[in-house]
């Protein structure tokens, strides 16, 4: 079993940042890709960042140069440094977690509860 707590949302005016941190707890071993999905008001649930249990990352278009991704392994934790926040930020972001047991394995996700993010003046 993996839990995973998300941390740090709330309201910020347009322009702001906020930081976001995941804490994984449980069985963890293996090959796992941490992430961070959103989900709008009326949108889809959509990837905003994703880092490998090494250094590699990858970002949404729509956050690239204002988003941060970073991981403490150590602390099977993952945060997102959100920067220039815009109003279309606004969502519940949702930390991920892909666990596999071998390279090409079969990848089980796990999910927090969400978070709220509020961008708005």
């Known amino acids: 079993q993996v839990q995973l707590v998300e941390s740090g949302g709330g309201l910020v005016q347009p322009g702001g940042s906020l930081r976001l941190s995941c804490a994984a707890s449980g069985r963890i071993f293996g090959i796992y890709v941490m992430g961070w999905y959103r989900q709008a008001p009326g949108k889809q649930r959509e990837l905003v960042a994703i880092i490998s249990s090494g250094v590699s990352t990858d970002y949404a278009d729509s956050v690239k140069g204002r988003f941060t991704i970073s991981r403490d392994n150590a602390k099977n934790t993952v945060y997102l440094q959100m920067n220039s926040l815009k109003p279309e930020d606004t969502a519940v972001y949702y930390c991920?977690?892909?666990?596999?047991?071998?390279?090409?394995?079969?990848?089980?996700?796990?999910w927090g509860q969400g978070t709220q993010v509020t961008v708005s003046s």
């Open positions: 991920n977690l892909g666990l596999s047991s071998w390279v090409g394995g079969p990848k089980q996700d796990y």
